[in-house]
Nanobody
């Protein structure tokens, strides 16, 4: 069973940056390479929302709220996806999760990002 391990969250001030990582432990490398991977977030009292996704060919898509500030990337050898977050805002405060964007897998514990204004 696939197991996602997210890391990199923390407490930052508005305008600062963070880079999140997510390792797809136990995922077969060939499966990882072809999978659409995605970052999601869930803010307090809100539903989980899609933040960014990346295909096996490294084509990316972003939610309008993060476009131009966040960059998603992937490393096949490490079976890891990243989310570079710049110009963070208080509205970015949430628990961030990664998962497959095509075939949802069990969710990891996520990593908490808190942006103080």
């Amino acid at each position: 069973q696939v197991h996602f391990v997210e890391s990199g969250g923390g407490l930052v001030e508005a305008g600062q940056s963070l880079t999140l990582s997510c390792k797809a432990a136990r995922m077969i490398t060939s499966t990882f390479n072809s999978a659409i991977m995605a970052w999601y977030r869930q803010a307090p009292g809100k539903q989980r929302e899609l933040v960014a996704s990346i295909t096996g060919d490294r084509n990316t898509n972003y939610a309008d709220s993060v476009k131009g500030r966040f960059t998603m990337s992937r490393n096949s050898a490490r079976k890891t996806v990243y989310l570079q977050m710049n110009s963070l805002k208080a509205d970015d405060t949430a628990v961030y999760y990664c998962n497959r964007g095509d075939y949802e897998q069990p969710w990891g514990q996520g990593t908490r990002v808190t942006v103080s204004s």
